[in-house]
T-cell receptor, first 116, second 113 residues
Framework: GAVVSQHPSRVICKSGTSVKIECRSLDFQATTMFWYRQFPKQSLMLMATSNEGSKATYEQGVEKDKFLINHASLTLSTLTVTSAHPEDSSFYIC????????????FGQGTRLTVV | QKEVEQDPGPLSVPEGAIVSLNCTYSNSAFQYFMWYRQYSRKGPELLMYTYSSGNKEDGRFTAQVDKSSKYISLFIRDSQPSDSATYLCAMSIGGGGADGLTFGKGTHLIIQP
């Protein structure tokens, strides 16, 4: 397998502030990274797909100005939740694919975001 | 109608039993089918990956895909307490993982010692 590290694992922030979540591929070069969101008792929902060096492609209904995605290098993508509100509280998970791992996507451990 | 339907459970079975998990889907364009295991507060871990219809076996796990019925299954033989987790089905149109995945809600499985 391959290792995808996501940080932080959990974060609590105040309403109106911004939060940055990092996703790193530790032992392979991730040409593509995916960001998912999972609400309690719901499916993981794809938010956006990012290719290294390109702008992210957002799924319908996901606000690109609110969820800023940067994939500036082959091993790092970041998701910034701007002006967070309580309804943004969720479990955010990244996955990465590319390089030696080919088309299989490996998941990070997830980030539990709580906005108070 | 959701794209992927999966009974969330919980499904509780005694140790050693054969477990059957399944999903139905509506989009006939899905070609790649996956099963993930997710422990609490962790990211999903890929268990099985199949392309199109057919069966695939890996140790105690068998994945079945019936595209004509839009129905996929995961069987776990000789179930162990360590198999207790949430099992997610996932599928994609493009080469598994190349596109973003569409997930079911996950089935919470409990194996009783």
């Amino acid at each position: 397998g391959a290792v995808v590290s996501q940080h932080p694992s959990r974060v609590i922030c105040k309403s109106g502030t911004s939060v940055k979540i990092e996703c790193r591929s530790l032992d392979f070069q991730a040409t593509t990274m995916f960001w998912y969101r999972q609400f309690p008792k719901q499916s993981l929902m794809l938010m956006a797909t990012s290719n290294e060096g390109s702008k992210a492609t957002y799924e319908q209904g996901v606000e690109k100005d609110k969820f800023l995605i940067n994939h500036a290098s082959l091993t790092l993508s970041t998701l910034t939740v701007t002006s967070a509100h309580p309804e943004d509280s969720s479990f955010y998970i990244c996955s990465a694919r590319g390089g030696r791992v080919g088309t299989e996507a490996f998941f990070g451990q997830g980030t539990r975001l709580t906005v108070v | 109608q959701k794209e992927v339907e999966q009974d969330p459970g919980p499904l509780s079975v005694p140790e050693g039993a054969i477990v059957s998990l399944n999903c139905t889907y509506s989009n006939s364009a899905f070609q790649y089918f996956m099963w993930y295991r997710q422990y609490s507060r962790k990211g999903p871990e890929l268990l099985m990956y199949t392309y199109s219809s057919g069966n695939k076996e890996d140790g105690r796990f068998t994945a079945q895909v019936d595209k004509s019925s839009k129905y996929i299954s995961l069987f776990i033989r000789d179930s162990q307490p360590s198999d207790s987790a949430t099992y997610l089905c996932a599928m994609s149109i493009g080469g598994g993982g190349a596109d973003g995945l569409t997930f079911g809600k996950g089935t919470h499985l409990i194996i009783q010692p």
